[in-house]
């Protein structure tokens, strides 16, 4: 595959400028982060007097349903759509050329496989390795998070911020640096985010939509996945599982386990954890964290996943057993390569 041309924000603003109608397309198994950046450059790029659309097959997880009281968000994709409540739909017009922006995603595999899209145009994107799939691309991997770059464009291109981008962008953000902790957050993530506030993001809200709608049974099923967890080389390397089975006597969604990855750096010896979930499908999705020392990057790569050094993921089409002998596997060699306490 041809590597795209790569942007500077500058040139990236010039690029959204030259066209008129976008579509802003989260990742594969989409979190707060890709579908806040989505949802912000759709509102930034109406602002600008654009057409604009969000569009995943997927349904929006729980914790980020909100998003779509700020913009609507297309489930399926026609060139027959209206753009708007006030427009008709284009039966007996040409369609328009709609370009997408694919936001969040260094893989194109990690676009959803039903999605039935033109070629990508544009990709922003804050992950190692990025495969350049896009036509353009504008990556910066020193970005906490996708969210921020898109409120840096919005500025770039002279939008006022309002409530709705502010909010967005915020949730994007506050997800992907953890709460604004993660090792990439520095002064101008502060800065940035202060000046989403300004707009009208509220803190407050925006926590609550994103840490604290969990059901009862979600305590449940993170407690019992708690209560089994495993741990090796002398307690460096950690990991968890969630079952469908541990799922339904719970009565959880699995959509609500992520925070378990919360819990598990507070154990002060760990170095690499992990949290395997067995899918409907029965596919493992794999979320793995590191201090800093071991590349978890490099652990998921190997396996079609990827992410950042600290922050990764993957999914393999194996039994839940098999994927965690797998993956624990490289995990060990990877830390029998870094002596404790290095």
């Given amino acids: 595959m041809t590597k795209g041309q790569r942007l500077t924000l500058a040139e990236t603003a010039d690029a959204i400028r030259r066209k008129d109608h976008l579509i802003a397309v989260p990742h594969v198994d989409p979190d707060p982060d ?98 350049g799939f896009a036509e353009l691309i504008w990556v910066d991997t020193s970005a906490a998070s996708t969210a921020e770059m898109v409120a840096r464009l919005g500025f770039e291109l002279g939008v006022e911020m309002d409530e709705a981008i502010a909010t967005a962008l915020y949730a994007g953000m506050l997800y992907d640096t953890r709460g604004f902790v993660i090792d990439k957050t520095n002064s101008e993530t502060y800065r940035l985010a202060a000046r989403l506030v300004d707009a009208g993001a509220n803190p407050a809200r925006i926590n609550r939509y994103l840490n604290e709608q969990l059901s009862a049974g979600a305590l449940r099923v993170m407690g019992m996945a708690l209560g089994h967890l495993q741990e090796d080389l002398d307690g460096r390397l950690v990991w968890a599982t969630i079952t469908q089975a541990m799922l339904a006597a719970c009565g959880a969604r699995i959509e609500e386990t992520d925070l378990i990855l919360s819990e598990l750096p507070k154990i002060g010896k760990a170095e690499v954890w992990f949290l395997f979930k067995e899918l409907p499908d029965g596919a493992i999705k794999i979320s793995i964290r590191s201090r800093g020392k071991v590349n978890a990057h490099a652990i998921a790569r190997a396996f079609g996943g990827g992410g950042h050094r600290r922050v990764s993921g993957a999914r393999l089409e194996l039994p839940l057993s098999a994927a965690v002998e797998l993956m624990l596997t490289a995990a060990r060699t990877a830390m029998q390569l870094q002596p404790a306490g290095a």
């Fill in 34 to 131: 890709t579908l806040g950046s989505a949802v912000g450059l759709a509102l930034i790029a109406q602002k600008l007097g654009k057409e604009a659309r969000v569009y995943t097959p997927e349904a929006v997880p729980f914790d980020s349903r909100f998003l779509e009281g700020l913009f609507p968000i297309d489930h399926e994709w026609s060139d027959t759509l209206r753009v708007s409540d006030h427009e008709p739909p284009y039966h007996d017009l040409s369609p328009p050329t709609w370009h997408p922006v694919v936001l969040d995603c260094g893989d194109p595999r990690r676009i959803h496989p039903a999605a039935k899209l033109p070629p990508i145009w544009l990709n922003i994107d804050h992950h190692l390795d990025n495969a």
